[in-house]
């Protein structure tokens, strides 16, 4: 699918998805199954265990489409939520996010928008010191339904003071790209996470890059132009 221009010159709020988008876990995720498998070598561990992490990626987006609409998504992160009891996260900043975020926060808004818990979220922009960066954090305990469902989005963009239009989502899943999209604001993919370029256009993205520091260079291009 072709690319929609946004116009960046009128956006006022930048919103973000965590895991894969700000937050570097997918490779975590990568690292941890690989340690698990360190009897095959480390060359051929490592790459079984990022396959084997991008091929349970697409069945999650679907699970929580199905959650969606269902209307089971708060059940299905509450039981996250108790199973993950105990497992301390650690969080890696994904290279060039830190820059991009200093830019955007000096024309207009910044929020995550995720499905991670509250403290989750705080902990991880407290650890970069982001917080100070954005002005909210729509979280799984914020709303009722979660992504892909639009309230998360619509939400954020009310609690702002602005028409969800005015909003640019960034996220890595498909789930990302239709809460925005069905919320009324402009969609964002980008691929470092473990969300595939195809899959992200299919689910609405106006624009999709390669990795999140990479949307620097889009809002840069069109002031410059």
Same mark, same amino acid.
């Given at each position: 699918m072709a690319a929609r221009p946004i116009p960046y010159a009128k956006i006022r709020a930048w919103l973000f998805d965590l895991d894969g988008t700000l937050m570097d876990t997918d490779d975590q995720a990568v690292e941890a199954?690989? $340690?698990? @498998?360190?009897? +095959?070598?480390?060359?051929?561990?490592?790459?079984?265990?990022?396959r084997l992490v991008m091929i349970s990626e697409s069945p999650l987006n679907h699970v929580l489409t199905l959650v969606d609409v269902l209307g089971m998504d708060t059940l299905a992160f509450t039981l996250r939520?108790?199973?993950?009891?105990?497992i301390k996260p650690t969080f890696r900043l994904i290279t060039g996010v830190e820059l991009l975020l200093e830019h955007l926060a000096c024309q207009g808004n910044l929020a995550v928008v995720s499905t991670r818990s509250a403290p989750d979220a705080e902990a991880f922009l407290g650890? $970069?010191? @982001?917080?100070? +960066?954005?002005?909210?954090?729509?979280?799984?305990?914020?709303?009722?339904?979660?992504?892909?469902?639009?309230?998360?989005?619509?939400?954020?963009?009310?609690t702002l003071g602005l028409a969800p239009s005015d909003c640019v989502m960034v996220g890595d899943t498909p789930a990302d790209m239709?809460?925005?999209r069905r919320a009324g604001a402009w969609a964002i993919g980008v691929l470092c996470g473990f969300g595939e370029a195809a899959e992200l256009w299919r689910a609405g993205a106006d624009q999709v890059v390669a990795s999140t520091g990479d949307v620097l260079s889009l809002v840069t291009s069109e002031v410059g132009a």
């Open positions: 199954l690989a $340690h698990r @498998l360190r009897l +095959l070598g480390h060359v051929a561990a490592h790459d079984l265990a990022r939520r108790r199973l993950s009891r105990g650890q $970069h010191g @982001l917080s100070p +960066l954005f002005a909210l954090c729509v979280t799984q305990e914020t709303t009722r339904r979660l992504k892909p469902h639009p309230q998360p989005v619509a939400h954020a963009a009310k239709r809460s925005a």
